[in-house]
T-cell receptor
Framework: GENVEQHPSTLSVQEGDSAVIKCTYSDSASNYFPWYKQELGKRPQLIIDIRSNVGEKKDQRIAVTLNKTAKHFSLHITETQPEDSAVYFCAASISGGYQKVTFGIGTKLQVIP | NAGVMQNPRHLVRRRGQEARLRCSPMKGHSHVYWYRQLPEEGLKFMVYLQKENIIDESGMPKERFSAEFPKEGPSILRIQQVVRGDSAAYFC?????????????FGPGTRLLVL
């Protein structure tokens, strides 16, 4: 089955700096990669996703890149703000038909004011 | 449009009791997924259900755990004879029947504490 590894497990950045979270996956058939943000005590919420037919996607201060050959994908947050502090999960799955999503272990991001 | 709803939000049980967790998917969604999250850990897949069918229960413990998604009403995750190790947050997620099926929307979770 799919295995998703995520690092770092914790990340502290100064407000205004950038944060990068990296994930690798094992199943070359995976073609859908969502990212979820989970604030303390709350539900995971989808913040951005990317499909394997594109290499990069941006949404304001958030961007995700995908390297299919290396089976790497990354989340980039620019101009970080204190409200970006949360746990971020990457995930991988195969689009179409039955869908099982495999999550990474999570990265706890702390933005220091 | 109400999101995914779960109840109760917090549940306390003593060892040996039963826990019933309920999940109502978003309107129009017919796929439900259950995940378990231990403190400081990630989301572990448990089971995937469609109406009246269990599609994948590969993440469910073999004993004491069961899930259903009846034709009418919410999906139920049932844990019999709970043990302290069952203490965790249990999240359900739902997705639409077609189209962006892989996009899952999570409920607020049920935090189970076993004393």
């Amino acid at each position: 089955g799919e295995n998703v590894e995520q690092h770092p497990s914790t990340l502290s950045v100064q407000e205004g700096d950038s944060a990068v979270i990296k994930c690798t996956y094992s199943d070359s058939a995976s073609n859908y990669f969502p990212w979820y943000k989970q604030e303390l005590g709350k539900r995971p919420q989808l913040i951005i996703d990317i499909r394997s037919n594109v290499g990069e996607k941006k949404d304001q201060r958030i961007a995700v890149t995908l390297n299919k050959t290396a089976k790497h994908f990354s989340l980039h947050i620019t101009e970080t703000q204190p409200e970006d502090s949360a746990v971020y999960f990457c995930a991988a799955s195969i689009s179409g038909g039955y869908q099982k999503v495999t999550f990474g272990i999570g990265t706890k991001l702390q933005v220091i004011p | 449009n109400a999101g995914v709803m779960q109840n109760p939000r917090h549940l306390v049980r003593r060892r040996g009791q039963e826990a019933r967790l309920r999940c109502s998917p978003m309107k129009g969604h017919s796929h439900v997924y259950w995940y378990r999250q231990l403190p400081e850990e990630g989301l572990k897949f448990m089971v995937y259900l469609q109406k009246e069918n269990i599609i994948d229960e590969s993440g469910m413990p073999k004993e004491r755990f069961s899930a259903e998604f009846p034709k009418e009403g919410p999906s139920i995750l049932r844990i019999q004879q709970v043990v302290r190790g069952d203490s965790a947050a249990y999240f359900c997620a739902s997705s639409p029947p077609q189209g962006a099926r892989e996009t899952q929307y999570f409920g607020p979770g049920t935090r189970l504490l076993v004393l």
